[in-house]
């Protein structure tokens, strides 16, 4: 059974630029959540879509935003790039609402730098 | 509100001696508990979960965990350190409240050969 893929593993944007990050999940998983990881921050939530609906979101602005189509996969936006939001994004995905106790699959990320 | 707190933010011992990584955590719930681990370059893995079954919880590579409600605690343990165990471990609370998952800052283990 295929893992979590995220494309692409690296990327190097502008400052005001803009990114799209894609995560397609383990097949039969209907959730997908999305973190940041920096080694100053830890892993930080971003949302987490649950068929097709964003179900959670934690505390970034707006400029984070991000989409699920029909078939859980997912898409994550960045606008207006800054250089803090170079780090790490990790996309997991589940059966059911990861607070439901579910274990979630990660993949190995997309490593973002803003330069 | 949940929290999770990683006492340590770095571990070392040595290869074949005990290893010990310590989470206390915050709930008004009675909380679902996992512990992830992240080795170099590689995604993040489920090592074990709480949900209220057995308190003593064992996971995979010879982890193992006890949830103490009375210290609030769910510290990871192994008898025996191996080279491999190299990795990042992060400690996680489930928010049954907003079905969100809460994560701790981690604890970076480092085995010396």
């Known amino acids: 059974k295929a893992g979590v893929t995220q494309t692409p593993r690296y990327l190097i944007k502008t400052r005001g630029q803009q990114v799209t990050l894609s995560c397609s999940p383990i097949?039969?998983?209907?959730?997908v959540s999305w973190y940041q990881q920096t080694p100053g921050q830890g892993l930080q939530f971003l949302f987490e879509?649950?068929?097709?609906?964003?179900?959670n979101k934690g505390n970034f602005p707006g400029r984070f935003s991000g989409r699920q189509f029909s078939n859980s996969r997912s898409e994550m936006n960045v606008s207006t790039l800054e250089l803090g939001d170079s780090a790490l994004y990790l996309c997991?995905?589940?059966?059911?609402?990861?607070?439901?106790?579910?274990?979630?699959?990660f993949g190995q990320g997309t490593r973002l730098t803003v330069v | 509100a949940q929290s999770v707190t990683q006492l340590d933010s770095h571990v070392s011992v040595s290869e074949g001696t005990p290893v010990l990584l310590r989470c206390n955590y915050s709930?008004?719930?009675?909380?679902?508990l996992f512990w992830y681990v992240q080795h170099p370059n590689k995604g993040l893995q489920l090592l074990l979960k709480?949900?209220?079954?057995a308190t003593l919880v064992k996971g995979i590579n010879g982890f193992e965990a006890e949830f103490k409600k009375s210290e609030t605690s769910f510290h990871l343990t192994k008898p025996s350190a191996h080279m491999s165990d190299a990795a990042e471990y992060f400690c996680?609370?489930?928010?049954?409240?907003?079905?969100?998952?809460?994560w701790g800052a981690g604890t970076k283990l480092i085995i010396k050969p």
């Open positions: 097949s039969g998983h209907r959730s």
């Open positions: 709930s008004s719930y009675s909380p679902s």
């Open positions: 996680v609370v489930s928010d049954s409240s907003n079905y969100q998952l809460i």
């Open positions: 997991a995905s589940s059966t059911e609402l990861t607070g439901l106790n579910t274990e979630a699959f």
């Open positions: 879509y649950f068929s097709e609906t964003q179900r």
């Open positions: 709480y949900t209220s079954a």
